[in-house]
């Protein structure tokens, strides 16, 4: 039987194995930052973090893990 992948986590899996940078989804930046995933769209428009996007999808991206960690040391 087939296990149910998240397309986010598709897309990360993808992105992962063929890129040196790793990359979040926007909900597990968020969980590692203590906010919704809503509350870390908003995060990232106000602190400019780099957005990777996702082809065919304008609000779709996935976030670099390099950035949200820097800033879970500063917290």
Known sequence: MNT????NQKV???FNATSNEEVLTV???GESLG????????????????KVPIMRSVHRYLLLKS???????KL
């Open 35 to 50: 906010l919704s995933k809503d509350q870390m769209k908003l995060y990232v428009d106000k602190n400019k973090l780099t």
């Open 67 to 73: 950035e949200i960690d820097e800033i879970v040391e």
């Open 27 to 29: 909900m597990e930046a």
């Open 12 to 14: 990360k899996s993808t």
């Open 4 to 7: 149910f992948e998240d397309w």
